[in-house]
């Protein structure tokens, strides 16, 4: 196991950078998520710790080793790809041992290797199937036994579960997190699903466009959002943002929403008197209120039977709400939705920054 250390990196493709001076320190035996929208850089920058892609700036280190320059194989990694990546003509048990045979192991630490990763993975059972003979989640489960037996430093995930249906890729979640407590091993993964990084993630590493946005842990970046971003990006359904302007008047704060309506500012928010900001909340923090707060007209409602999704419009804006009860509102309806000012957030409306005290 070991440290992964990435300084000041960047990355060209011609005139085009796509990473502006990456700085992330993940520690050994964590489990650390880059997590963005499509085309942010992440699966880059884990291509450049793979030794896929070269460096145009700045340094990686794995453990104490500066790796910039050493290829793949030199760097005690595995790879877990989206495709699986495994060969037709091979049985399961053959492809798990195919980098142990080119390492000119011995039989005798391959069959121990393998079966030691076949059961850990539940594969046993499949060890001279063809991958055809597979469905998708045993598929990645073999894709994830070959990475196990070459004992690496460090695992790293390339949105592995994306090709899987919804149902598998939750199952798959709990058996990768369960992996990583059982191995302990350092290890990276990249998604463009928050929800993954949320239950995955020891630490999350939230991108956008060749930047870092802000890295904590999941409860931090949900609790604790740097910026109007990584709030909207954090959280399913989405946080909801009301344009405004901020109103103070000795110790008393409020927020003029664009229609004329006066809510409170959020705990212990920073701004100055007439300053453009925007109110951010998240969907399950509105409750319902006979009247005051934010007056919406309902759209849609979709019951999920644990919680009542309400999808409503408050003047040009879209809202969510997410109540515990069952709630039967007619489409068209007014409902008034109150924010919990202790865990809602204001922001800066022109740089995004969360304006905290």
């Known amino acids: ?73 030199e760097r005690d990694i595995a790879m877990v790809f989206q495709n699986y990546a495994l060969y037709p003509h091979m049985t399961v048990g053959k492809n798990m041992a195919f980098s142990l045979m080119l390492a000119k192991q011995s039989q005798a630490v391959i069959e121990e290797k393998v079966s030691r990763a076949a059961e850990i993975l539940a594969l046993t059972p499949l060890l001279d199937r063809y991958p055809r003979q597979l469905s998708g989640g045993q598929r990645q489960r ?32 709990s058996e990768l997190k369960e992996l990583h407590q059982r191995l302990t091993t350092t290890s990276i993964y990249v998604t463009h699903d928050q929800i993954e990084a949320m239950t995955m993630g020891d630490k999350i590493v939230v991108m956008r466009d060749g930047r870092i946005e802000q890295t904590g842990s999941p409860l931090d970046l949900y609790d604790h959002p740097e ?54 909340t998240r969907p399950e923090h509105l409750t319902l209120a006979d009247a005051g707060g934010i007056a919406a007209r309902v759209v849609l409602i979709e019951p999920t039977g644990m919680d ?50």
């Open 227 to 280: 910026n109007q971003f990584v709030a909207g990006f954090i959280g399913s359904p989405a946080m909801n943002f009301l344009p405004g302007t901020l109103r103070r008047r000795s110790d008393d704060a409020t927020v003029e929403l664009t229609d004329g309506t006066q809510l409170a500012a959020p705990r212990l928010s920073a701004g100055v008197d007439g300053q453009p900001v925007v109110f951010g």
């Open 142 to 173: 073999v894709a994830m036994g070959r990475a196990i037996v070459r004992d690496p430093q460090v695992f790293l995930y390339d949105e592995p579960l994306s090709n899987l249906d919804a149902k598998l890729r939750v199952a798959m979640r």
């Open 308 to 357: 009542t999704f309400v999808a409503c419009r408050h003047g040009g804006v879209e809202l969510s709400a997410v109540f515990r009860e069952r709630h039967d509102f007619a489409p068209g309806r007014t409902v008034h939705l109150v924010p919990d000012l202790q865990r809602s957030h204001l922001f800066d409306a022109a740089s995004g920054k969360r304006l905290a005290a």
């Open 1 to 73: 196991m070991a440290s992964v250390t990435i300084q000041a990196v960047r990355k060209n493709f011609g005139a085009v950078r796509v990473l502006h001076g990456v700085d992330i320190d993940i520690d050994d035996g964590s489990f650390t998520v880059l997590v963005g929208p499509s085309g942010c850089g992440k699966s880059t920058l884990l291509r450049m710790i793979a030794g896929l892609e070269e460096i145009s700036g700045g340094e990686i280190r794995i453990g104490e080793r500066r790796v910039n320059d050493l290829p793949p194989k």
